[in-house]
């Protein structure tokens, strides 16, 4: 997966908090985030364009909207039902201006 950031250990920080992936470290002490079993690396190519990240999670809408406010994170838009009625959409933006969906059980 590649996620767009300008800031990486930043980037890296607020995933790896607010998401709880798995880290491993690479050479030099450099961290590795995986998401689903798939390393995130993060772009700092330009120019840059934020992109739409897909998270889902197992737990259900309350322990996602404590977690969110235990971490402090913002939801930009209204919690949405998703279309199978059996899960909500959280929206949130990470600080470079990517959206991300944390979709969880309802």
Do not use: C, W
Not at 8 to 37: I, K, N, S
Not at 58 to 78: F, G, K, M, S, T
């Amino acid at each position: 997966m590649q996620i767009p950031a300008q800031d990486v250990a930043r980037a890296v920080r607020f995933y790896r908090e607010v998401f709880d992936l798995p880290t491993q470290f690479g050479e030099q002490e450099e961290r590795h985030l995986f998401f689903h079993e798939e390393p995130i690396h993060f772009n700092q190519t330009a120019p840059f364009e934020p992109i739409t990240v897909q998270v889902v999670v197992r737990d259900h809408q309350e322990a996602v909207e404590n977690h969110l406010i235990n971490y402090a994170v913002p939801q930009v838009a209204p919690m949405s039902q998703a279309p199978d009625g059996q899960h909500v959409i959280f929206h949130l933006d990470d600080f470079e201006g990517n959206r991300i969906q944390v979709i969880a059980n309802k």
